[in-house]
């Protein structure tokens, strides 16, 4: 019941801009915090960045080019990409953690993943 849906993905060339975003909805749900991951064959799933109660972090990699910002009303999290680079061509995930109303505790919830290709 609970689905996060993506939106940005797709093909950028080096230097160029990306601005992933996603929602996380489904009946009273609340959410404590939001994230980007993101994945390349062979590798674990990694954090980009992520924020929960104005606690932002950011993968080292990515700290200066990327900007994650959150708007808890809505749940949504999106992801400006700056100064892509091929390095950052992966799967992207959206991922959320929290809980509906009858819920006890929270739950870790992702998105289906896009895209993100960063060549010329």
């Known amino acids: 019941q609970v689905q996060l849906v993506e939106s940005g993905g797709g093909l950028v060339q080096p230097g160029g801009s990306l601005r992933l975003s996603c929602v996380a909805s489904g009946s009273s749900l609340r959410v404590a915090g939001m994230g980007w991951y993101r994945q390349v064959p062979g590798k674990q799933r990694e954090l980009v960045a992520s924020?929960?109660?104005?606690?932002?972090n950011y993968a080292d990699a990515v700290k200066g080019r990327f900007t994650i910002s959150r708007d808890n009303a809505k749940n949504t999290v999106d992801l400006q990409m700056n100064s892509l680079k091929p390095e950052d061509t992966a799967v992207y995930y959206c991922n959320a953690v929290g809980r509906t109303t009858w819920d006890t505790y929270l739950r870790n919830y992702w998105g289906q993943g896009t895209q993100v290709t960063v060549s010329s």
């Open positions: 924020i929960n109660s104005g606690d932002i």
